[in-house]
């Protein structure tokens, strides 16, 4: 089985599952480089289950056992490990080609009317809040900043003191929250969307996998991928995401976000926020 169908059938099958075998496949679709290169003990240490859910893992997904699951991934790792020539005749590292692929996800795993849907949401919000924690923080500032080009009340939920407590509290049915995770998820993150459920608040969440607890607390969801052969996984499919969502709503925003853009535009000028004038590289010289 090649590793793609093997990932589709952990999405698949998961709610079948008991809970203890989605938290094996929960753990194997979030770490595949494990997976390919330790052991079924040490794969199921760290995923915090017995070695013999691992293999009724593999076994209730159609598989012969815990090497027939490994084998497609160490397959995909050992492809991932090659370079593969780029247009310029050099060859492409594994760190490039990955975020090209997390990028290209973007289109793979979010079909147009998933994303038109989700900017729909954004725009027919009463009050936007962002939330994105630890590695996410950026995405959601990001997020946050370009919205609120296309529309107002927006608002980027930070954490001094855990006041974005108090901002999910204060939403309502009419409004939005649009939050940012990957695995590993952070704590606060999960329990911002608990609470805005529990208000009857609809939650669009931007996350790496169908089986993230994101995605199964959230009202819709848009997937990246964060594959990298670094240490840190890649945001780049989630900035990518991030793009494409606030097109889709500068797209569908009409003739109220061309009106907003127009004077946001005018208020940047007056502010001279953008640096306009020359510089004399012999006063830099001088200055250095």
């Known amino acids: 089985m090649p590793y793609r169908p093997l990932v ?29 290169l330790q052991s079924m003990r040490q794969s199921a240490q760290a995923a915090g289950v017995s070695p ?33 020539p780029a247009p310029d005749g050099t060859t492409a590292s594994p760190l490039a080609r990955a975020q090209a692929a997390n990028v290209s996800s973007v289109d793979s795993r979010n079909d147009a009317a998933a994303l038109a849907a989700a900017a729909q949401c954004v725009l027919r919000a009463r009050h936007v809040l962002f939330l994105g924690l630890r590695a996410s923080f950026g995405i959601a500032h990001h997020l946050q900043y370009s919205c609120d080009w296309l529309r107002p009340s927006t608002r980027l939920a ?18 939005l929250m649009v939050v940012v995770s990957q695995a590993p998820y952070a704590v606060q993150t999960v329990e911002a969307v608990q609470l805005a459920r529990a208000r009857g608040v609809p939650v669009l969440a931007l996350t790496d996998s169908p089986l993230s607890p994101l995605a199964r ?53 007056q502010a001279r926020a953008y640096w306009d004038r020359p510089v004399s590289r012999r006063a830099s010289a001088a200055a250095g």
């Open 8 to 36: 589709d059938r952990l999405d698949a099958y998961f709610h079948t599952l008991s809970p203890e075998l989605q938290r094996a496949a929960r753990w194997v679709r979030d770490h595949p480089a494990e997976v390919g």
């Open 52 to 84: 013999a859910t691992m293999t009724r893992l593999a076994q209730a997904l159609g598989l012969d056992g815990f090497d027939a699951m490994r084998r497609p991934v160490r397959t995909q790792l050992a492809r991932s490990a090659v370079g593969r």
């Open 217 to 269: 607390l959230a009202t819709q969801s848009l997937l990246f991928d964060t594959a990298s052969p670094a240490f840190f996984h890649s945001m780049t499919g989630a900035q990518a995401l991030a793009e494409a969502l606030m097109q889709a709503v500068a797209e569908q925003g009409g003739e109220p976000v061309l009106q907003r853009l127009t004077r946001r535009q005018q208020q940047m000028q």
């Open 158 to 175: 930070t954490d001094p003191a855990g006041a974005w407590a108090d901002l999910v509290a204060a939403l309502e049915p009419p409004d």
